[in-house]
C-alpha cells in the first residue's frame, strides 16, 4: 500500500492566534503533518488579549496543558465575571457573571420568578442570586472540582493572563513537538498557476517556503486571506461605532480582583483586567466623539497604578470576512475578523476556529463543501456574538451623550430585535442554536441594562407568594453561605499557581 504524503501545513504569524493555532496541530495532527510557523520579528503583535471566557480551559485541557504551570508562566489570575459599570444608567453596575442564575424551578429558568417576585416587592437586585456575582463581590475563589467533599455548587471560571506571555508558553509547547518556526518577512506570495492555490511564500532572506495548506493568522491585514485572496470584508461598524482603543499597563495594586471591570466612559469604555504582576488598561472609544490625545487623558487618568509603558493606540474596524476559507486558505483570528473586546471573545474565536479547522480538516484537496461548511459556522458565531455586544451599547441609559444618544436610537439587526421584542414582552429568550451566550448570559445583560419586560411566564403564578419568599430568600442565603466559604483570591493563587519573580517581563 502506497502511504499517502505527508501534509505540508503553513501557519502565517505568530502572537495568540499564530501559537494557539501551531500547538493544537502540533497536539492533533503530528505525525501525519509538516507543520511550519513563519513570523517576522520586525511585525508587531496586538497582543493586548488578556481576558476570556470558560471554554479557554477546554482548549488548554486538550492540549494536556497543566493549569498551575500555566499561570505562573503566564502571570495569570481566576475570572468569575465582568463587572459593567454605567452601562444602563451611569450611576448603575450589574455584573455578567459564569454559571447558574439562581435555581431552576420545574420547567422554567429562575428570572421568570425572578421578575414575578420584584412585581411583588420581595425580590432583591439579580446579582444576589448569582453564585459567582457574590464571590467576586468578596474577591473569592476556589477550585470546587479540587475539593469534591466541599458541597459547593459548580464555580465556573476563566482568566486573565498576558496574552504575550502566552504566546510564548505555547510557542515553547508546540516547537517541542515538531512545529519548526521560521522568521523571515514575507515579500512575495506565489500562487499554483492552474489551481490558483497558494503555493508557497517567498521571505525577504530568500527562501521559499511551501504548503499544501495555509493559515492566515497575519492579524487585520490579512494578508492572505484578504491582500492576495480578496475573501471581502462585511463591516458592522453601523451597530458597533467604536473604532480605536488606547492601550497601556499599570502597576498592580490591591486587592486582586478576580473579574473584568468594563467601565463606561463618554465615547466608549474601559476596561481594567488584573494580573498577577501588573494590570491591563485600554480605552475603546468612537474616533467620530473624541481624538486619540483625548482618550488617552481620560484612560491615563483613571489608572490605578504607574503606568508602565506609553499608552499605544490601536485603530480598528468591527466585521468579518464574508469567507473565512478561501482555495487552500483559513483564516484564523483577527484575520477572519473582529469584535470589540467587551465580552472577552477575542480568544475564544481563535480557539472556535480552530476547533471548526480541526473537525474540517481535509484529508487532501480543500472541496466546496468542507469550506462552505467552515464560512457558514464562523458567520453564524460571529453574527450571534455580534448581536450580543450590540445589546449592550443598544440598551443604555446614558441620556444627554452624543455618542450613546447615536447608539440607543440606532436600527439593529433583526435577529436582535426579535430577542428583545420577545423578553420584553413576556421574559421569554431562547438560545438560537449552538450560539456562544446562552440564556443566563442574555438575561443577565438585559436585566442589568433595564430591559424591562412587561410580564412572565405564566406558570410562575402557579407558586403562592410565600412559597416565592421563602424559594428567592433560600437561593440567596445559600449562595452568600458559599461564597463565604470560599478563600480569599490573591491568597488561593498564592498558594496554588504564584507567578516566579523571575518570569516577570522586564
Same mark, same amino acid.
Given at each position: 500500500m502506497t502511504q499517502a504524503p505527508e501534509r505540508r501545513i503553513v501557519v502565517v504569524g505568530g502572537g495568540t492566534a499564530g501559537w494557539m493555532t501551531a500547538a493544537a496541530l502540533a497536539r492533533f495532527c503530528i505525525p501525519g503533518s509538516n507543520v511550519t510557523l513563519v513570523e517576522s520579528d520586525e511585525i508587531g503583535t496586538i497582543g493586548v488579549g488578556e481576558a476570556?471566557?470558560?471554554?479557554?480551559?477546554?482548549?488548554?485541557?486538550?492540549?494536556?496543558? /497543566?493549569e498551575a504551570e500555566f499561570l505562573k508562566a503566564c502571570g495569570g489570575t481566576y475570572k468569575l465575571g465582568i463587572a459593567f459599570e454605567g452601562w444602563g444608567k451611569p450611576d448603575e453596575g450589574y455584573v455578567h457573571a459564569f454559571g447558574l442564575v439562581g435555581r431552576g424551578l420545574g420547567l422554567l429558568p429562575f428570572h421568570h420568578y425572578w421578575l414575578r417576585g420584584r412585581s411583588l416587592g420581595m425580590a432583591k437586585p439579580f446579582g444576589h442570586y448569582v453564585l459567582n456575582t457574590v464571590a467576586l463581590a468578596q474577591n473569592r475563589f476556589t477550585h470546587v472540582e479540587r475539593a469534591a467533599d466541599s458541597g459547593l455548587p459548580p464555580?465556573?471560571?476563566?482568566?486573565?493572563? /498576558?496574552?504575550?506571555?502566552y504566546a510564548r508558553f505555547l510557542r515553547r509547547f508546540a516547537e517541542q513537538r515538531g512545529v519548526v518556526r521560521q522568521e523571515g518577512k514575507i515579500v512575495a506570495v506565489q500562487r499554483d498557476p492552474q489551481s490558483g492555490d497558494i503555493a508557497g511564500l517567498l521571505l525577504?532572506?530568500?527562501?521559499?517556503?511551501?504548503?499544501?495548506l495555509f493559515v492566515d493568522c497575519s492579524g487585520f491585514r490579512g494578508l492572505l486571506i484578504e491582500q492576495e485572496l480578496e475573501a471581502g470584508f462585511e463591516d458592522w461598524t453601523e451597530w458597533l461605532?467604536?473604532?480605536?482603543?488606547v492601550a497601556v499597563p499599570c502597576a498592580n495594586v490591591a486587592p486582586l480582583l478576580p473579574y473584568t471591570r468594563s467601565i463606561a466612559r463618554r465615547a466608549g469604555w474601559q476596561w481594567r483586567i488584573q494580573l498577577q504582576h501588573r494590570i491591563g488598561n485600554g480605552h475603546v472609544f468612537s474616533s467620530d466623539h473624541m481624538?486619540?490625545?483625548?482618550?488617552?487623558?481620560?484612560?491615563?487618568?483613571?489608572?490605578?497604578?504607574?503606568?508602565?509603558?506609553?499608552p499605544r493606540p490601536i485603530r480598528f474596524k468591527t466585521g468579518r470576512r464574508r469567507r473565512c476559507w478561501v482555495r487552500n486558505v483559513v483564516a484564523v483570528g483577527l484575520?477572519?475578523?473582529?469584535i470589540e473586546p467587551l465580552e472577552s471573545t477575542s480568544i475564544h474565536l481563535i480557539q472556535t476556529g480552530i476547533n471548526r479547522l480541526l473537525d474540517l480538516l481535509p484529508s487532501g484537496a480543500p472541496t466546496?463543501?468542507?469550506?462552505?461548511?467552515?464560512?457558514?459556522?464562523?458567520?453564524?458565531?460571529?453574527?450571534?456574538i455580534r448581536d450580543f455586544v450590540i445589546l449592550h451599547y443598544h440598551a443604555n441609559q446614558r441620556v444627554g451623550e452624543p455618542f450613546w444618544d447615536g447608539v440607543r436610537g440606532m436600527g439593529i439587526p433583526e435577529t436582535l430585535r426579535?430577542?428583545?421584542?420577545?423578553?420584553?414582552?413576556?421574559g421569554r429568550i431562547f438560545r438560537d442554536g449552538d450560539e456562544l451566550f446562552d440564556i443566563p448570559g442574555w438575561v443577565q445583560v438585559m436585566i442589568g441594562q433595564n430591559v424591562q419586560p412587561e410580564g412572565w411566564h405564566p406558570i410562575a403564578d402557579q407558586v403562592s407568594a410565600d412559597k416565592l419568599r421563602t424559594f428567592l430568600d433560600t437561593i440567596e442565603k445559600a449562595y452568600g453561605a458559599d461564597a463565604a466559604r470560599m478563600p480569599d483570591h490573591a491568597a488561593y493563587l498564592s498558594r496554588f499557581a504564584p507567578m516566579p519573580k523571575e518570569s516577570i517581563p522586564a
Open positions: 476570556t471566557i470558560p471554554a479557554i480551559r477546554n482548549f488548554n485541557n486538550a492540549l494536556g496543558i /497543566d464555580v465556573p471560571y476563566a482568566f486573565h493572563f /498576558d496574552a504575550g506571555l525577504a532572506n530568500g527562501m521559499r517556503v511551501t504548503g499544501d461605532r467604536c473604532d480605536t482603543a481624538s486619540v490625545d483625548e482618550a488617552t487623558a481620560i484612560l491615563l487618568a483613571n489608572l490605578d497604578g504607574a503606568p508602565l509603558a506609553d484575520s477572519a475578523g473582529f466546496d463543501a468542507e469550506r462552505d461548511e467552515y464560512n457558514r459556522r464562523s458567520a453564524f458565531e460571529m453574527e450571534r426579535r430577542k428583545l421584542d420577545l423578553f420584553r414582552s413576556s
